[in-house]
């Protein structure tokens, strides 16, 4: 981390939320990124299997598919 990075933080508060632990916000499973995963989502940080499990299910949703070209006329 640059020195500048670091002057940011300059309250214990500030430097708490470096060290701060999160929870999935689906299973509420206590986040630490080797073990469980740490994803960020647009629903907040989310452990790995979860993360997973909506992508699955978007893409069931909204299936991924190679984009089909059109052919020149
Ligand atoms: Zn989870």
Do not use: F, W
Request: charged share 30%.
């Amino acid at each position: 981390m640059k020195l500048s990075e670091l002057l940011k933080y300059k309250t214990p508060e500030d430097r708490l939320k470096l060290t701060k632990t999160s929870n999935c916000a689906e299973c509420e499973i206590v986040l630490q990124e080797a073990i469980t995963g740490c994803r960020e989502t647009h629903k907040g940080y989310m452990c790995s299997d979860c993360y997973y499990d909506m992508m699955g299910e978007m893409a069931e949703e909204y299936p991924i598919g190679i984009p089909r070209m059109h052919r020149g006329a």
